[in-house]
């Protein structure tokens, strides 16, 4: 009975720290830890190594309790003046795009600027700073791009303290934890709708133990973006079934950053003259942000504001935009918040986007159908 369990357990680990990133959670502790809630904060130097990761600098590794709180409890790495860690993982297999979620938080003391690391990868280089401007907790998730890699390529992760303070005693020096790496591949076409990714099911992985979203920021590039197929203004929150409510499917994204903050997508090729419908979901999370949002959707030449009412506990509506194609130039599809709306504790939230469906108006739609009718059947002639 007793070994029974005990291997049940250890089936269980195995499956919980499955991660791209060795120790992605820092729950394996530095070789010379020793377990001592008098000192929270152990400093990692020579005399030690900490499992999966290279450190520099300053670094410490820390315990969850009075001076830091985590998003669940545990170890966490806070990462002082000139403070890096790094680890190397290879890109096995084909080309893929490698997505990051990981935790910011800081440690409760006296400091006054926000606690800011940077992330970079071959690829890219990315600034966070801790701003606490959406959720109400001492940490907030984030969601990034690190890049493109495959074929065995051996790919270096660092991230690293950054300054931000003239006075190194005031910095907040940033907390990392929980981070979880995931690889997509380029998606292929839905059926029934010429826009990828309108549902929003291909980003960032979520923290199982988190019940907030996922914070994407900024990021003009459709092939750098983590939210895949769209482009980022301001700050949008991903957000998951388990925690929030979602329109359609898993996930969806609020606008959280107020006026002129959204996605962005453009569709090749749509046929000159002829008539597209353009629909999508608007609503609200469930998460207590009552207000009225206004939304402008962009669809090629179109462009309509819609306003919904919410009582902020979790509603949605489908909305129909249609416009006429304009040939072969990109046609851009894109929806901005016009409202920046606040919870009663300051946090600010907004409009949930989900299932966006773009498809020809009626005819162009049937052809669509039986031409992959026509496939099928060839391929199960030819087989
Ligand atoms: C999160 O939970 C899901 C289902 O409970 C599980 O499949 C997944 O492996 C978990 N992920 C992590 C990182 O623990
Ligand atoms: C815990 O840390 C304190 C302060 O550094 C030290 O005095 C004490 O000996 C440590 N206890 C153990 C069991 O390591
Ligand atoms: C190892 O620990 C000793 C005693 O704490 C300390 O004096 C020494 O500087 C440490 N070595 C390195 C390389 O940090
Ligand atoms: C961290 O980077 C250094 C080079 O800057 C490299 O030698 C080391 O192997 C890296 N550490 C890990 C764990 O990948
Ligand atoms: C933080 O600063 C305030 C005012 O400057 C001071 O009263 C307080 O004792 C400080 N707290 C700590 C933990 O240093
Ligand atoms: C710092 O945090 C404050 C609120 O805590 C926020 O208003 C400000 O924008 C943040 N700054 C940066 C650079 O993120
Ligand atoms: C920072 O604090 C340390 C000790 O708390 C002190 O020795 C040092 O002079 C301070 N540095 C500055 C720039 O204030
Ligand atoms: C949508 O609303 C914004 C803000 O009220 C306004 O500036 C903009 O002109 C409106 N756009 C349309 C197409 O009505
Ligand atoms: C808002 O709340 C009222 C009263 O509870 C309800 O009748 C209405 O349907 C709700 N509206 C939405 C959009 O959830
Ligand atoms: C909103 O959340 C509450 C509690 O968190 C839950 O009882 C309710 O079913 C949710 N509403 C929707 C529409 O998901």
């Known amino acids: 009975m007793k070994i029974t369990a005990v291997f049940i357990a250890g089936v269980f680990l195995a499956l919980a720290s499955a991660d791209i990133l060795q120790n992605p959670d820092f729950e394996l502790p530095p070789s010379n830890w020793r377990a001592n809630s008098t000192t929270p904060f152990f400093p990692l130097d020579g005399n030690g190594t900490l499992p999966g990761w290279t ?17 669940r409890d545990g170890h966490a790495i806070v990462l002082g003046q000139d403070g890096q860690i790094n680890q190397t ?8 795009q490698y997505l990051l979620t990981f935790t910011l938080a800081r440690r409760i003391q006296n400091c006054t600027s926000n606690a800011s690391l940077v992330v970079s990868a071959p690829d890219s280089s990315a600034q966070f700073s801790l701003t606490q401007r959406y959720g109400n907790e001492p940490w907030e998730v984030y969601g990034h ?48 709708n010429l826009l990828r990714n309108g549902g929003f099911e291909a980003g960032p992985s979520f923290l199982n133990f988190s ?35 979602i329109p359609e499917g898993n996930s969806a994204i609020e606008i959280v950053s107020g ?22 979901m608007l609503g609200d999370a469930n998460d207590s942000c009552p207000g009225d949002f206004t939304v402008g959707v962009t669809a090629g030449s179109s462009i309509q504001n ?55 108006s009626s005819g162009h739609r049937a052809n669509l159908h039986s031409a992959s009718l026509t496939v099928l059947l060839l391929i199960a002639l030819l087989n």
Request: charged share 15%; hydrophobic share 35%; aromatic share 8%.
């Open 306 to 360: 819609f306003t919904i009412h919410s009582n902020g506990t979790g509603s949605a509506q489908k909305y129909l935009l249609t416009f006429t194609g304009a040939g072969p130039s990109p046609t851009p599809i894109s929806f901005q918040s016009y409202t920046t709306t606040q919870r009663e504790d300051g946090v600010l939230c907004g409009p949930v986007i989900d299932g966006v469906v773009l498809h020809a």
């Open 89 to 96: 993982f290879t890109a096995n297999g084909d080309q893929m």
């Open 259 to 280: 006026t002129s903050a959204g996605v962005q997508t453009v569709v090749q090729l749509l046929t000159e003259g002829s008539n597209y419908n353009l629909e999508f």
């Open 145 to 192: 791009q690190l890049g493109s890699w495959g074929d065995g390529e051996s790919i270096n992760l660092v991230i690293q303290s950054q300054v931000v303070d003239t006075d190194p005693n005031s910095t907040c020096w940033p907390v990392v934890d929980a981070l979880s790496l995931i690889t997509v591949r380029s998606l292929n076409q839905d059926h029934g």
């Open 211 to 245: 019940n907030k979203g996922v914070l994407l920021d900024s990021e003009p590039s459709l092939t750098e973006s983590a939210l895949q197929q769209w482009t980022i203004t301001g700050t949008v929150k991903y957000i998951n079934a388990k925690n929030y409510f």
């Open 55 to 71: 450190f520099e600098g300053a670094v410490e590794y820390a315990t969850a309790g009075p001076n830091l709180e985590l998003t």
